[in-house]
């Protein structure tokens, strides 16, 4: 692992970055917090899974609890500010003109995160909704509609009002993950909690909506930073650009009918689970599609060539990975297993965060207008995020592998398949240890960053009006 | 994509037709699914839960057991969802009509609990205690939630639901007794089950192929 740091060439910092800089820091930075805040859940989370006791007094952190708040904080917290960051930002160059609408960005932005960490104290204190991805308590649900598409307004103005004709796959993708997903959201909790469909049937909405954000908004937000990012980095055009736009309509018009995946055998229609089969059979196509489209990242080098390798690379495994589990055969063994598990940090943390991060890594110095200002904090970062996902994927595949074994052995009591899983359990947690100092690190690199920045911002300007008043008497 | 309003319109035909076609859809399909009226019983099926037992269910929702256990019972000859004695018939959609918020759960990291009721004990006041003892004491393998538990002075009598005396070192004159919120929630687990076997949850049986003599082939 090579560390050459990325280059802000000043010619390369135009007006529509830096007129953009507080809005965005604010929205990286909230992103950040949220990163390190759902690593100290997840650590908690993971210990408590090999030792019970552990929290096990306090109310507010029960396994169940423990566990929606580091998903919660991870994806509405995390990748939500980041990745609305990375959009925004995409979105105002690509358009051509300084981002308009930027106070509404501001306004937006605090909402969201006050609605977020409501909503974490409300499920800390048993307002949980159940619903996998969708835990944030009914009364904060309407503010994040809100907040999102009081965020999203910039974005959909940079659209609008683009200089030039035509537009860019990462341009596509931005504006779906801003656009869809208020709908979404809407339509998700309008079924789930305000008019709640009957019984079962509100697993197969929880999965639709599921499967939602995952395929139609958190990777769309990741894909068009790494589109963006890939020929800025390898200086050349994407390979097979032509084939991107089918990439791009398989993911968004195909993805969301694959949630049913995980009903395979429930109490559900089975035409439900049979439709995600065969969704997930087209769904290929915008795997390969990606991978094709990205594979230049192989070539390059820097930060972020380093994270967009590893999150295309997860992105597309856990595509082909998930397909293969789809199949009623394979599901009997892997349905309810940490497999499962190990799937979903593979995609949230090998793909979309990776990815996020390879944005991020390009896109805060030029906000900022300044290199990252510890390179060595970068360096570090990449090594111990890289190690954790690895470990902590790993770990909990061979904890899924074999407690899908036993569990299909009914020989194998209960007691004992949990203590043949403690040991790739442990291992899980001390690799959420290591995620969890690595965001230390970024978060650090961040503050010095942007804190430099706006810094000298500041005294650049008080030394003009400084000027000025002396000037004027 | 030239065409920035077409484009805005596919977003949102993708969204719309996934959404009508799995929730809409399955609305359609399941959403007036009735109880089922047993001629012979004269009664219908599933059975109402007890008011306790669905407040007990609130509790178990905003606590997170559905994070480590399910609530689905699979097919007989899928896995070994049988064999451990989970339930001898899959859940099917009738099973919840009569739930506010079912528990499906997405990872069996503990035992399933369709039909926790009908396993858990011989008499309801022993299966009562058990699973008190159990909740306060936890296991090397389960949490214990001694918040839902009250330690106080005993005044007079003991209380009827009290944890056996002893329990996590209490002195004589104290006394464990179950909150509110642990007595629904163990009327609750206490009355998981599967109470009837509708015509569409009875296992499929492959019809044994006969041979011209209507003897079964061998």
Redesign the interface.
Known sequence: MTNAPTQAASAEVTAIDSQARGPLLLLVGSGLVWLVISGILALISSI??HS??FF????WL????A??LRETAFIYGWAANAGLATALWILGRLGGSPLRGLNWTVVGTLFWNTGIALGLVGIAT?????F?LLQLPRYVQPLLAFAYATVAISGVLA??GRRT???FASQ?YA??AL??FP??LV?GQA?LLWM??????????A??YGQ?VWS?WLAPLALAGAYYVTPKITSRALAAYESA?LGF?TL??VG??T??R?LV?????VW?ST?AVVAYGLLIFHYLVVAINLRGVFGASGDSAGFLRWGLLSYVLVGVLEFITTFRAVA??T????L??ALEQLGLYGGVTMLLFASLYYMVPRIAGREWAVPALTTGHRFLVVLGVVVLVASLAFAGWTQAAD????SVA??DI??HLRPALLVAAAAQLVLLAANLLLLVNFLTTAGASCCAAWCSQSSQSSKLEAHAS | MKNGPLFILGLFAALAISFGGIVLGSHHQLGTLAPYFDDNEAQSYPLRPAGVAARGQLVYADLGCASCHTQQVRRPDAGSDKARGWGDRQSVARDYIHQARPQLGVARFGPDLTNYGKRAGKSADEATAALDAFLYNGSANHPSYKFLYETGKVSGERAARALKAGTGGTKPDEQIVPTERAQTLVAYLLGLGTSYDYPESLPFIAPVAKNATGEPKK
């Open positions: 408590q899974l019970p006791a096990a007094d306090c109310s029960t396994a169940g609890r566990s929606a048993g307002d949980m909704t159940s996998s659209w609008s004709d035509g537009a596509w504006v779906a656009f869809i709908w979404l339509a079924v709640p469909v009957r019984g079962a049937l509100q697993a197969v909405a999965g639709w939602g139609l736009p309509w968004i018009f969301s009918w949630g049913g995980h055998g429930g109490p559900v229609p439900i439709v009997v063994g349905q309810f297993t940490f499962n598990t569990l299909a052995n009914a209960y007691s949990v203590a």
